[in-house]
């Protein structure tokens, strides 16, 4: 069971960076206080990898056949990655590192699912997207209501915090049922451990990084999105949640800060305002091409010196 | 259903409603001082009023405390909160200048000379006047009721009324031959703090209209 600790070191860095997108926008606000949404938060990341996290840890099961030994080197390449990536400050996306890292795999066992790996590509590409389509027709379909329902001020103040409540339990939920493939699909794929198993110890990591290291993230992610108007950001935090699930229900894992940025997009389109600059999209775009080659390369590196023998002369 | 998890903001609300009716009492006070102290200056019934207009303006000022205490302890949220901390601090800058009105009165001595009693009656009754409507207009704001954009126009029109009264009374009180220089200069001052009610109004009332623009999505 220790082989299984590099899956849970990667379940705590998800669920410690990836918190900031879900809760973020509610706590770096103040709308809500951080123990009451990080506990939220929590619980409702393990409901969703335990009800709806089967699919994405099937999708990333079938993308290669990993001995346990290649498992964890996947998981600890996967962690090394979102660790430099995280240096060279680029947007971090688990899953790109963890596929590029069973990709890397792959190649040595020299068996590929192209078919598999083309769905999930195509997922990356289709997050910040499909966020920000929904984000748009979000925000045209819930501005026609808020500005014609009557309503005090006060009562808007409480519908909208409410929603961000909502809205950030289901942005859990999705979080969970989507990204737990992320930290423990690897060692199913490996016959390790049970898809439930997975999805648990999965679900109790991701939540475990929120509870311990979530917070300075999100005091720093978190202001940056609070930067809109709480309308927009109930309209972003929705999207999110929305995408993440609809790539739940396909079966694949997809990255919640692109997600976050798509939403954030799709408000900018709305309003007609620059809310994300050119630079932030060549970041992003840098981040799709590198984080799963570098975490290829180093799954391929730590496969090699893993093999590398002492031979007396 | 909710309105458990929400006790600060109700409690918010029923506060600014309470500051809506003390801003009123001010009002009322404030009139009949100066009613008084055109009708007989001096008297000690002036000196209650001003007293009673200093009460209420002390207990508006209590309020604004309390809501203020209980907005940074996170009631609402912060985009709300600072709109009508915003207002708040906007519509108490009336009480103020009421309430300096009244005091320029009794410890400058100052008496309204009989030539301009009737401007001075009609620019006060038009301040106030405008300063109810900035009541009735902050509260279908807070209710989100219609009607504010007529109110916004007759305070804007109230405004340049007050503006022309307030310049008749600044020019006559320089043409008058009758009139000591240091008492034209004291007058004069009042007269300006008067007007400044109704700009004051207006700067409100523009600022609730900016408020719900802003508050559409």
Redesign the interface.
């Known amino acids: 069971m220790l082989s299984l600790l590099g899956g849970v070191f990667l379940g705590w860095s998800l669920g410690a960076n990836d918190a900031s997108n879900i809760i973020g926008t509610a706590v770096s606000?103040?709308?809500m206080?951080f123990w009451p949404a990080a506990l939220l938060a929590s619980f409702f990341v393990i409901v969703g990898a335990v009800i709806s996290g089967q699919a994405g840890i099937e999708t990333l099961k079938g993308l290669t056949t990993l001995s346990v030994h290649q498992a964890v080197i996947t998981s600890i390449a996967a962690a090394v990655t979102v660790t430099i990536m995280t240096v060279m400050a680029l947007p971090v996306s688990t899953s790109q590192s963890v596929v590029g890292a069973i990709l890397g795999m792959g190649i040595l066992n020299n068996q590929l699912n192209f078919s598999g790996l083309g769905k999930v590509v195509l997922c990356w590409v289709g997050t910040p997207v499909g966020a920000a389509i929904i984000a748009v027709l979000l925000?045209r379909i819930?501005?026609f209501f808020?500005?014609r329902i009557?309503?005090?001020?006060?009562n808007?103040?409480?519908i909208?915090?409410?929603g961000l409540i909502l809205s950030a339990s289901y942005g859990a939920y999705a979080l969970g049922a989507n990204n737990v493939a992320n930290v423990t699909g690897v060692f199913v794929g490996a016959g390790m451990i049970s898809v439930l198993t997975a999805a648990i110890i999965g679900g109790i990591s991701i939540a475990f990084g929120i509870l311990t290291f979530s917070r300075p993230v999100m005091e720093t992610v978190g202001k940056k999105i609070v930067t809109l108007?709480?309308?927009?950001a109930l309209v972003v935090s929705l999207a999110l949640a929305m995408t993440i699930h609809l790539y739940t229900l396909v079966g694949v894992p997809v990255s919640s800060s692109q997600a976050v940025i798509g939403g954030v997009m799709g408000i900018g389109i709305v309003k007609g305002v620059n809310t994300v600059d050119i630079s932030v999209l060549k970041r992003i775009f840098l981040a799709w091409i590198f984080t799963p080659v570098v975490a290829c390369s180093v799954a391929l590196l730590i496969s090699y010196a893993s093999r590398l023998r002492y031979i007396p002369l | 259903m909710?309105s458990f998890?929400?006790k600060k903001?109700?409690r918010?609300?029923e506060l600014i409603y309470s500051y809506l009716d003390t801003f009123r009492q001010i009002l009322e006070n404030f009139d009949k001082a100066l009613a008084c102290c055109i009708a007989r200056p001096r008297c000690e019934e002036f000196d209650f009023l001003m007293e009673r207009t200093h009460k209420y303006e002390s207990m508006a000022d209590d309020i604004l405390d309390k809501v203020n205490n209980l907005m940074f302890g996170?009631a609402?949220?912060?985009?709300?909160r600072s709109d009508?901390m915003n207002l708040l601090i906007s519509l108490d800058k009336i009480p103020n200048h009421l309430e300096r009105t009244l005091f320029m009165i009794r410890y400058q001595r100052l008496e309204i000379p009989g030539e301009f009693v009737n401007d001075v009656e009609d620019i006060i009754r038009i301040s106030l006047e405008s300063c109810e409507l900035l009541a009735q207009q902050v509260e279908l704001?807070?209710?989100?009721?219609s009607g504010r954009r007529s109110l916004m126009s007759t305070i804007d029109r109230n405004e340049s009324h007050c503006d022309h009264i307030e310049r008749r009374i600044i020019a006559g009180i320089f043409e008058s031959g009758e009139l000591e220089p240091f008492f034209k200069l004291q007058f004069k001052e009042l007269i300006v703090n008067i007007g400044d009610i109704t700009d004051q109004a207006d700067r409100v009332s523009k600022l609730i209209n900016i408020l719900t623009l802003?508050?559409?999505?």
């Open positions: 606000s103040k709308m206080r925000y819930m501005g808020y500005n009557p309503m005090t001020l006060f808007s103040d409480h909208l915090r409410l108007e709480p309308f927009s | 909710f998890l929400f903001d109700t918010v609300e996170k609402l949220i912060p985009d709300f009508i704001f807070l209710k989100d009721k802003k508050r559409r999505v």
